[in-house]
Nanobody, 128 residues
Framework: QVQLVESGGGLVQAGGSLRLSCAAS????????MGWFRQAPGKEREFVAA????????HYTDSVKGRFTISRDNAKNTGYLQMNSLKPEDTAVYYC?????????????????????WGQGTQVTVSS
């Protein structure tokens, strides 16, 4: 499995921006599709966005469309989640995840069970 480490979380006011990073090691990063999930206190972990192994296909949950952008740099073994126009309801621990079954449609990988490697998470807090 690939090892993943998130960074870039923090406290931001509503309307602000943050950029999360996900550094991969241990395996060839381009052999994996990548996703971002989040988990708010008392809630289940939910899908945020996914990107194919080449970085040309992306998929988002409706609540972040137009505000968040997922991307990756395979040469740097790093994935990103640019978050703009943040809202208090975006407050959560954000996790990156990797899926080695790259033949599957990016639009179909939205469940936690679709991914086999996970980072430890980074806290994002949006104040009103």
């Amino acid at each position: 499995q690939v090892q993943l480490v998130e960074s870039g979380g923090g406290l931001v006011q509503a309307g602000g921006s943050l950029r999360l990073s996900c550094a991969a090691s241990g395996r060839t990063f381009s052999n994996y599709a990548m996703g971002w999930f989040r988990q708010a206190p008392g809630k289940e972990r939910e899908f945020v966005a996914a990107i194919g192994w080449r970085g040309d296909i992306t998929h988002y949950t409706d609540s972040v469309k137009g505000r968040f952008t997922i991307s990756r740099d395979n040469a740097k073994n790093t994935g990103y989640l640019q978050m703009n126009s943040l809202k208090p309801e975006d407050t959560a621990v954000y996790y990156c995840a990797a899926d080695r079954r790259i033949w599957r449609s990016v639009g179909a990988i939205t469940k936690t069970s679709d991914f086999d490697s996970w980072g430890q998470g980074t806290q994002v807090t949006v104040s009103s």
